[in-house]
């Protein structure tokens, strides 16, 4: 059996001291001051005086080791206790070839593969407790945040894809209605002919301008004049007036 311990550190290697600086000053009120979490750097020790950790290379494992809590990249923080292993030192050895091989450094990935998910993996396979909740919060909820926007961006353009392609099929639809209907034969005593044009035409409008169908009350209004206009004895049949105005839509 062997004590395994966690080493956390402060993300300081940005390259620039108030960056630096800044870091620093949100894990102190992120961790410190409310328990949320911050950004950090992780690294597992067991089995001797290197701890093992995980980050970006280009070519080769991104597996490595230092003197445990000498990583000169960072600013040393705490470490933490996690458990004993039941694992012996070969057996160890065995887990860190097969990570090396598992964690290649050009997967390295900032909110979903990096140091403190590398940890979490080694200490599942030892058979200890993964680390606290608030030393990758902030890698959660950035990894969490980027998915919900990419979900919600597919389903976005899903439903529009769909919407589209209904209307186009209810429009050719009512298309080859009105196609069959102005092939047939016309009788003046007919008063529904036409009427399919109408809502074709109608429908066209509505999927490239946004124009609404006409109230109950315009169409009542409508009725009441085709009525009157059939009373008047010089008037034009109703059926061939409404034809006209309906093919000009």
């Known amino acids: 059996m062997a004590e395994v311990v966690l080493h956390i550190y402060d993300v300081t290697n940005s390259g620039s001291d108030k960056t630096n600086s800044t870091i620093l000053q949100i894990n102190k009120i992120f961790k410190d001051g409310i328990g949320l979490g911050g950004i950090f750097h992780s690294a597992v020790q067991v089995y001797g005086e290197d701890e093992w950790s995980f980050g970006y290379c280009e070519q080769g494992s991104g597996v490595f080791s230092c003197p445990s809590g000498k990583n000169p990249m960072y600013t040393y923080r705490e470490s933490i206790v996690l458990g004993t292993t ?32 590398f940890c979490d993996e080694l200490c599942e396979r030892l058979g200890v407790p993964k680390l606290p909740g608030w030393v990758n919060r902030f890698a959660h909820a950035g ?23 209904a209307s186009k099929v209810a429009y050719r639809f009512l298309v080859g209605v009105t196609n069959n209907a102005t092939a047939s034969p016309e009788s003046a005593g007919n008063s529904n002919r036409g009427a399919p044009r109408f809502q074709a035409a109608w429908f066209k409008n509505l999927i490239t301008t946004g124009a609404k169908p006409s109230s109950s009350s315009d ?31």
């Open 86 to 117: 039941d694992c012996s030192i070969f057996k160890v050895n065995q887990i860190l070839r097969e990570l090396s091989r598992e964690w290649p450094g050009y997967s390295y990935d900032l909110l979903a593969k990096n140091c403190n998910h």
């Open 143 to 165: 990894d969490a945040a980027m998915e919900v926007a990419g979900n919600t961006a597919v389903r976005f353009r899903q439903a529009k894809t769909e919407i589209v392609t």
């Open 219 to 249: 169409l009542e209004t409508k009725e009441e004049d085709a009525l009157w206009q059939h009373q008047q004895p010089d008037a034009e049949p109703p059926l061939q007036q409404n034809s006209r105005t309906w093919q000009s839509m």
